[in-house]
């Protein structure tokens, strides 16, 4: 399924910049945008004591999902014939849209039916920042079709009083059904809802039901049903149109929403009960109300049985403010790679106070990149891990701000190289099915250990052969980052001839090319998991590469391999030509030349993915005008194809795009879909998901921000029929009615946005003030005490090489971050005011059965 295709960004750890809905900036008479972004990070870890089938077959083959409410937005690799599967996958991704719940659902592959969903773990968005950071051990929760729901209802309701024709006095309760809003998909599609009104009460359960909308997730029911509301005998005038108490107490309006299902049984897809005496004091009750599980009393099922789920959960909402209130904080984390000593600048106290380094790396490397300063930063922490290293064959294995600040550096600006060099062997052994299992232990029935041994040999030398002849490839920020590391580690240990090499295999073998052979599709090398085989294949591979790497560049005369078929394996590599081709593919990476000679000629590869494209307007209107199409995204051409790998169908020159926008889901009834305006026929393009959605818009948009003719206005509906649906114009070449979305200014470059990264940072220093607030005191101490630390406890977990410096850089993150605070909460005060609870954007939470 293509919900695998946002995985692959899930792992590269890029953000890409969320499109969102302007909001007004707080305290700005101008109403300049506040966008309001989302991203969830995290891993999913494993699970354990699933349920075991009843037969001689207890295993299960399982995988597991994350939703946003009911929509699929990623999925693992299936990990085969285990209760107790191990995934270990990240994820990353943009948030696009509004949602109630996270899930996450464990299944169980079934090859010839419908996969089966073993259990779940649900997670209200407001309780998401309980378990941010750390990881958790959930248990599964049944999946029950009744409890499957997302959405909300506009409902508005009136208590009329009507005098009949013998003349007594009768109310008439007015039950108004508008729409509904955020249904979820049916099997991958949009629904075809209708509601049942129902008023209930001790004695009663009066029903009525609206008509079947087709093909909608926000269907518009505006329908009206009257209840007559029975009275007690002691009714009178004086009244004045209210029920009496005894009876608005006992009742109450129930909305049920079904997906009708034809020939099959409808679908459930939640309930909202509203009761009477809401009417108590008005005479009219006007609401959005979010959709409820029902509860049918079945409590037989034990969620300890269904088994548990190990997460990690990072979940972020920030409020980018306009550009200039940042120039302060930008300004002073630029400073960081300047700072003597590195360990007083900004950016490391960063590091030093978030509780996971890894919060603060993404939106430092984002930002020192951005602006070119993250060699110098990187090299001088590097620089202050070296003094701790004692050994020159531990030389940077750890996981400290320096080498987590270059693993996330290269994930951003390798991803080119890794595509050119090892795509094109990586799709060979994914599309094969050629055996290398040399593991005695693992072998199958029929086997041949020598053939197997020489089908691994032959992957591993052609991988090897390409990797070190492709430094020309290597982009010029990884050279000079190597190139400083070479330079320091042969300071810190003159007396070692090989620690210049071991410094830089560290990074490119081991945590590069090691890593991104190993799983490919978080790499964007593959578009979907390997299978078990494949992925047993390209560990191998994996291991014998980052070994040949680091032997290469030791000169070590025995591997380091535990298990003994590897020693054996590796034995065929133990020759004076491996060692001399790393040693001169390290030498080259690792000079001051500059490289990528080819990122000027060849097209950047930037996204590609499974998606259903509409016709362009050679056949009539229908489900079969929607493609399944392989969509391909280079810097020059938007491509796609039947298949990865044919050739081009359709081509779009990336020059040739005039904007990429949302297109609304009225226009072909379905949804996430988006258009590309180019100097043909817009092409109408639906994605798999939301996050998916998203992220080819915001890249597409990126791609293609500095062209010319970029179109100002656009149709934000489709032309059918004669006539664009939203304005009605019939002209096909008629000016769009709607502007187009303000995006990142074209002189910006495409892959970061700095007010995001700098927002994120505040977000974390500003989580982090009481650490903040320590080291400023441990400081203070250091500076008054001149001996020896008495109490180092107070402060041995910071870094504090100068309490002078690093006390005035703390000084200067304070009084920025209380200025930023300001706005940040003047804007948090006009939101919460605007959103009235009851409005569409903060329903009301019912009550449920």
Known sequence: MAAAAPAAAAASSEAPVA??????????????????????????????????????????????????????????QVVEKSLSPFFSEEFYFEIPRTFQYLSFYVYDKNVLQRDLRIGKVAIKKEDLCNHSGKETWFSLQPVDSN??????????????ELITENGTVCQQLVVHIMACHGLPLINGQSCDPYATVSLVGPSRNDQKKTKVKKKTSNPQFNEIFYFEVTRSSSYTRKSQFQVEEEDIEKLEIRIDLWNNGNLVQDIFLGEIKVPVNVLRNDSSHQAWYLLQPRDNGNKSSKTDDLGSLRLNICYTEDYVLPSEYYGPLKTLLLKSPDVQPISASAAYILGEICRDKNDAVLPLVRLLLHHDKLVPFATAVAELDLKDTQDANTIFRGNSLATRCLDEMMKIVGR?????????????????????????????????????????????????????????????????????????????????????????????????FAVAVVSPHTFHLRPHHPDPQTIRTLTLISKTIQTLGSWGSLSKSKSSFKETFMCEFFKMFQEEGYIIAVKKFLDEISSTETKES????????????????????????????????????????????????????????????????????????????????????????????????????????????????????????????????????????????KPCTAGVPADIQIDIDEDRETERIYSLFTLSLLKLQKMEEACGTIAVYQGPQKEPDDYSNFVIEDSVTTFKTIQQIKSIIEKLDEPHEQYRKKRSSSAKYGSKENPIVGKTS
């Open 19 to 76: 499109t969102a809905t302007a909001e007004p900036g707080a305290g700005d008479e101008d109403s300049r945008e506040v966008r309001v972004l989302q991203s969830l990070r995290g891993k999913i870890c494993e699970a354990k004591n699933l349920l075991p089938y009843l037969g001689p077959n207890k295993m299960r083959d399982c995988f597991c999902t994350i939703n946003l409410d009911q929509e699929e937005v990623y999925r693992t």
């Open 147 to 160: 409890s499957e729901v997302q959405g909300k209802v506009h409902l508005e309701l009136k208590l009329n």
């Open 416 to 512: 080119h190289y890794l595509k050119v060099t090892l795509k094109p062997i990586l799709d060979e052994i994914c599309e094969s099915s050629k055996s290398c299992e040399i593991d005695p232990i693992r072998l199958k029935e029929g086997d041949n250990v020598e053939n197997n041994k020489e089908n691994l040999r032959y992957y591993v030398d052609k991988l090897f052969s390409t990797i070190v002849k492709s430094s020309m490839s290597c982009p010029t920020v990884m050279c000079d980052t190597f190139y400083s590391l070479r330079q320091m580690a042969t300071q810190r240990f003159p007396n070692d001839p090989h620690v210049q090499y071991s410094a830089v295999s560290s990074f490119v073998f081991l945590r590069f």
């Open 598 to 737: 080819s990122g000027t000629s060849e097209p950047v590869h930037l996204k590609e993915g499974e998606m259903y494209k509409r016709a362009q307007g050679r056949t009539r209107i229908g489900k079969k005008n929607f493609k399944k199409r392989w969509f391909c995204l280079t810097s020059r051409e938007l491509t796609y194809h039947k298949q990865p790998g044919k050739d081009a169908i359709y081509t779009i020159p990336v020059k040739n795009i005039l904007a990429v926008e949302k297109l609304e889901e009225s226009s072909f009834n379905k949804k996430n879909m988006f258009q590309v305006i180019h100097m043909e026929k817009p092409l109408y393009v639906q994605a798999n998901n939301c996050v998916e959605a998203n992220e080819w818009i915001d890249v597409l948009c990126r791609v293609s921000r500095c062209n010319q003719n970029r179109l100002s206005f656009y149709h934000p509906s489709a032309y059918l029929n004669g006539n664009w649906l939203c304005c009605l114009e019939t002209s096909e070449n008629a000016l769009g009615c």
